[in-house]
């Protein structure tokens, strides 16, 4: 069923657009969808959130490890920082550093998901406890933190406990790399919004950019970076290597650039379809 198919089925079905209440619920007998990720309204996100962070420091413990659980509020900052960064303007910050990807070593919503203490505790490792602390936590991707997947709306990457965890949390339908939020479906299906996603396309094309979303380039520009590096250190390349790099890094940085100019035609629509919906912003 396509977006637009779907928004007009809730609709039907009772969630009317413009009838929200702000808290998640409509005078008709359909709620509407949460506005956490996932579609969770804010007591199952919490609910889920701790229930993962337990069963994760159970498997770790198991394993030989410690780990602490991290809070909601630490897992919810995480998306403040997803290719962001609250002290810095957007503009400053995809001037300096695109979409972050291949333009900086660093990765403050890792951390902030992970958490102080935990990472002290990693900190305190020996080299090689470091390589199994990672693998059993995380199995093969380092990145694939519970926090960021969380966000990401995507689990198929976790590994280790956190995926042990995920599975047994969250309901399988959620566990597939085909789950769509219903809350994006319900403002993404509104023509208003589809017009703008088009006038997005149309105003990226005019500088040579061919794509149907800000997805489509993220997945573009994390699959060249890794090839890229093929598992170097990116601080160890040199010549040819960091040469192509450096472009990569200018290439990343003007299509951010681009996309931001023309978010301009798709943000406030969709802020206004979320006021009329939810009564307030529901997005970042």
Known sequence: MGLVAYALFIVACGTAIGEGSGD?????SQPLPGKQAFGLNEQEFTSYVEDVESMVAECMAEAGFEYVPV??????????WMRAD???????????????ISTRTDYPARELGLGDQNIR???????????????TLFGDDANATFAITLDDEDFTGTGGCTKKAVDEVFPPEMLTSTFINPKD????????????????????????YEYEDQDDIIEEYEERYDELLDGRDPEELS????????????EEIAVALKDLECQGLVDPV????EI?????????
């Not at 998640?24 to 008709?28: D, L, M």
């Not at 996603?197 to 500088?207: I, R």
């Not at 010549?239 to 200018?250: F, K, N, R």
Request: hydrophobic share 35%; charged share 30%.
């Open 71 to 80: 809070d909601v509020t630490a897992v919810l900052e995480v998306g403040i």
């Open 270 to 273: 969709i802020r206004e379809v």
């Open 276 to 284: 009329e919906i939810y009564g307030e912003p529901v997005s970042g």
């Open 239 to 250: 010549g040819a290597d960091l040469e192509a790099l450096e472009e990569l890094q200018a």
């Open 24 to 28: 998640g619920s409509s005078p008709t």
């Open 185 to 208: 479906v319900l403002i993404e299906g509104d023509p208003r919004v589809i017009a703008a996603e088009e006038a997005w396309m149309d105003c990226m094309s005019e500088d040579g």
């Open 86 to 100: 609250p002290s810095m303007s957007r503009e400053d910050f995809k001037t300096q550093w695109g979409y972050g």
């Open 121 to 135: 505790i990693y900190e305190s490792l020996s080299e090689s406890e470091k390589v199994a602390y990672d693998r």
